[in-house]
Antibody, heavy 121, light 107 residues
């Protein structure tokens, strides 16, 4: 079965940086658009960023644009989220999710287990 | 951005009950509406895609309806494993916004 495994979460001070990774397996990673979705403690789901199959197009929620960068390495079957200038409100569990169907109107059929990012001094 | 509003925010029900959750979009999203189930400490799980299509492996007691701005998720006979939080999500446009969630609790 499809596997998505996040890593790289942890405690970071406000203004700091962190890089999340998502290792994908058991599917053709290079053929799939991918996303990051986050969930603050006790809150709902929030879409963060999308990346197309070849990495040529990327999209971000307004609150992270300019601070976060989504990327991928298809040779390593890996998705990344570089998070800079972190704020307390970025504290959340970050999920990587596999997009399916066409990008324009697709949905997420597999999710990773999540990585907790805590931004605090 | 398209706003997604779910109702109710929470509900209490008994095993065997029929449960319906509503999701309303702030503008027409055709049938680009998906439903996810999330249990505490776990990742979301896709139930329904494109408003009414049951994801493979999901029990047939789950069903989805709607188009345009109004959508429903129905559980025909609530089972113990269905107590969870349910989210709708629109995939009509970016940002792919989620509803705030509906928590289904045991009565």
């Amino acid at each position: 079965e499809v596997q998505l495994v996040e890593s790289g979460g942890g405690l970071v001070q406000p203004g700091g940086s962190l890089r999340l990774s998502c290792a994908a397996s058991r599917f053709t990673f290079s053929s799939t658009w991918m996303s990051w979705v986050r969930q603050a403690p006790g809150r709902g789901l929030e879409w963060v960023a999308d990346i197309m199959q070849d990495g040529s197009e990327k999209y971000y929620v307004d609150s992270v644009r300019g601070r976060f960068t989504i990327s991928r390495d298809n040779a390593k079957n890996s998705l990344y989220l570089q998070m800079n200038s972190l704020r307390a409100e970025d504290t959340a569990v970050y999920f990587c999710a596999r997009g399916t169907s066409g990008y324009s109107n697709g949905w997420y059929d597999y999710w990773g287990q999540g990585a907790l990012v805590t931004v605090s001094s | 951005d398209i706003q997604m509003t779910q109702s109710p925010s929470s509900l209490s029900a008994s095993v065997g009950d029929r449960v319906t959750i509503t999701c309303r979009a702030s503008q027409n999203i055709n049938s680009y509406l998906n439903w996810y189930q999330q249990k505490p400490g776990k990742a979301p799980n896709l139930l329904i895609y494109a408003a009414s299509n049951l994801q493979s492996g999901v029990p047939s007691r789950f069903s989805g309806r709607g188009s345009g701005t109004d959508f429903t998720l129905t559980i025909s006979s609530l089972q113990p494993e269905d107590f969870a939080t349910y989210y709708c999500q629109q995939s009509y446009s970016t940002p792919r916004t989620f509803g705030q969630g509906t928590k289904v609790e045991i009565k």
